[in-house]
């Protein structure tokens, strides 16, 4: 199996835009090597799969302050996503996941990214950047024009960087919540 | 079975918010009673049946101006689709689509609505308002909390008024596009 690769140097993430034509197939992807984490060289891996571990999920989302969510509904809403990303580490036989993100879709025109999450510890190393633009191929891949998403004021330049529009032609975000 | 009625008085819908206990497992229901429609009674009903003509939706689309989408890829959004809304006449023998919504959803957090669409021929009359309500109505049912949109500028106002709010806390709704 040929593996699609990131070449990590440092402090940049160079990522080589070629896939591997099996590329699809592939649920697991060495993304970066050698990536410098607590003076140890570890691997990130990318995993499309949706089986995805619900505590270690949960965990990753503790570490960044969200509001627990019953385990049963985040089941129900990786099901019923469209896509699901995942990085993760892999040290000795160590797993850990770091980030995760899924989208929503009507499989055909358009597509709405939630819960983007990166871990703490490997913010501004260039991680969210891969795991949005994966999640904007895989999403183009299946011809899905229309990506979508609700970003907190934080995070709108993150998304402007990536290509993302606010407020395009005046059309407003808008929320409805039980009331 | 009992249907769950709404009554017409020349210009204003009174909806009545008692749901019978089979309300949802009733796939067409009556919605409003002897309309008036270029001086005939009509009866209109609403449905959430998927099993939508499509050349019927795009004749519909087509009154609005939107532009046209391959067939194919319609028919794989609403398969796809959470939730559909389809509001119709039924005049004597003749029955046609009137207004149209959907809903894609990871089927337990968030829900996102596209495609509204009322016939010109039916606009300023309500029906609009009750199709985005009996929206929210089937995706509370489901235990779906944030329920979100994308509002074209003139249509902003509409939707506050049923209670949508725009870029809650800063958040803002951001497009990406092909490019």
């Given at each position: 199996?040929?593996?699609?690769?990131?070449?990590w140097?440092?402090?940049?993430?160079?990522?080589?835009?070629?896939?591997?034509?099996?590329?699809?197939?592939?649920?697991?992807?060495?993304?970066?090597?050698d990536?410098?984490?607590?003076?140890?060289?570890?691997?990130?891996?990318?995993?499309?799969?949706?089986?995805?571990?619900l505590?270690?999920?949960?965990?990753?989302?503790?570490?960044?302050?969200?509001?627990?969510?019953?385990?049963?509904?985040v089941?129900?809403?990786?099901?019923?996503?469209?896509?699901?990303?995942?990085?993760?580490?892999?040290?000795?036989?160590?797993?850990?996941?770091?980030?995760?993100?899924?989208?929503?879709?009507?499989?055909?025109f358009?597509?709405?990214?939630?819960?983007?999450?990166?871990?703490?510890?490997?913010?501004?190393r260039?991680?969210?950047?891969?795991?949005?633009?994966?999640?904007?191929?895989?999403?183009?891949?299946a011809?899905?024009?229309?990506?979508?998403?609700?970003?907190?004021?934080?995070?709108?330049?993150?998304?402007?960087?990536?290509?993302?529009?606010?407020?395009?032609?005046?059309?407003?975000?808008?929320?409805?919540?039980?009331h």
């Amino acid at each position: 199996m040929a593996f699609w690769k990131l070449f990590w140097n440092k402090t940049k993430v160079i990522q080589i835009n070629q896939y591997s034509d099996n590329y699809n197939k592939i649920k697991h992807k060495i993304l970066v090597q050698d990536f410098d984490y607590k003076n140890k060289k570890i691997n990130i891996f990318l995993s499309k799969d949706k089986n995805i571990n619900l505590y270690e999920l949960e965990e990753l989302c503790d570490t960044v302050g969200w509001v627990r969510r019953p385990l049963k509904k985040v089941k129900i809403a990786i099901e019923h996503s469209f896509l699901t990303i995942s990085l993760f580490y892999q040290s000795n036989n160590h797993k850990k996941l770091i980030a995760f993100a899924r989208a929503t879709s009507d499989n055909t025109f358009n597509a709405t990214i939630w819960d983007v999450v990166v871990h703490p510890d490997f913010q501004g190393r260039g991680l969210g950047r891969i795991l949005i633009k994966e999640a904007i191929k895989q999403l183009r891949y299946a011809d899905i024009n229309t990506i979508t998403l609700f970003a907190d004021p934080q995070v709108i330049s993150f998304y402007k960087n990536l290509g993302f529009i606010s407020d395009p032609d005046g059309i407003k975000g808008m929320f409805w919540y039980p009331h």
